[in-house]
């Protein structure tokens, strides 16, 4: 029987790293010898210049106003009774509905875990609130206040999508 759980957090500066997170989602860095428990991983949504994810968190980071939130985090469990398959798909079905605003779609990273014992798999999954509206804009650029009147000129914009 699958067992329920759900993690939501707000993740601000001072509180964590952007890329420290993403590091260990994907298992990589200094979380690299744990790579084999990542079963599938994936970020969509990015930004023209970072294709690299790695690179649009080590940017929230370095370019975000420094009481400015980095990211939504949220692990879920998965149904272990599902294949690997049925679970990507079903991460992605979820992802998709969460990413997908009135304001543009929000970059997003995604890893399902294996757990250590292979029995509890999981999702941990990272959103930034900061929305795509179409306008090319630089990393650091991307990260500054939006500007109403002139979007062009500002940053992205704070999607309040995922406000409780």
């Known amino acids: 029987m699958a067992i329920y759980h759900l993690t939501a957090k707000t993740v601000s500066r001072g509180t964590s790293s952007a890329k420290a997170r993403h590091d260990y989602i994907e298992r990589e860095g200094r979380y690299a010898s744990?790579?084999?428990?990542?079963?599938?991983?994936?970020?969509?949504?990015?930004?023209e210049w970072a294709?690299?994810?790695?690179?649009?968190?080590?940017?929230?980071?370095?370019?975000?106003?420094?009481?400015?939130?980095?990211?939504?985090?949220?692990?879920?469990?998965?149904?272990?009774?599902?294949?690997?398959?049925?679970?990507?798909?079903?991460?992605?079905?979820?992802?998709?509905?969460?990413?997908?605003?009135?304001?543009?779609?929000?970059?997003?990273?995604?890893?399902?875990?294996?757990?250590?014992?292979?029995?509890?798999?999981?999702?941990?999954?990272?959103?930034?609130?900061?929305?795509?509206d179409g306008h090319q804009r630089t990393a650091e650029t991307w990260f500054k206040r939006a500007n109403s009147r002139n979007p062009e000129q500002g940053g992205a914009k704070k999607s309040e999508a995922l406000k409780p």
Request: proline residues 4%.
């Open 51 to 132: 294709q690299d994810a790695r690179k649009y968190w080590d940017a929230a980071d370095t370019y975000e106003r420094g009481n400015g939130r980095l990211f939504k985090q949220l692990e879920f469990a998965l149904p272990k009774e599902l294949t690997a398959d049925q679970q990507k798909e079903l991460v992605q079905g979820y992802v998709d509905k969460l990413t997908s605003t009135k304001d543009g779609a929000l970059p997003y990273s995604f890893a399902i875990h294996k757990g250590h014992d292979k029995e509890n798999p999981h999702c941990h999954l990272m959103i930034s609130e900061r929305a795509q």
């Open 34 to 47: 744990d790579k084999a428990e990542v079963e599938h991983s994936q970020s969509g949504n990015m930004p």
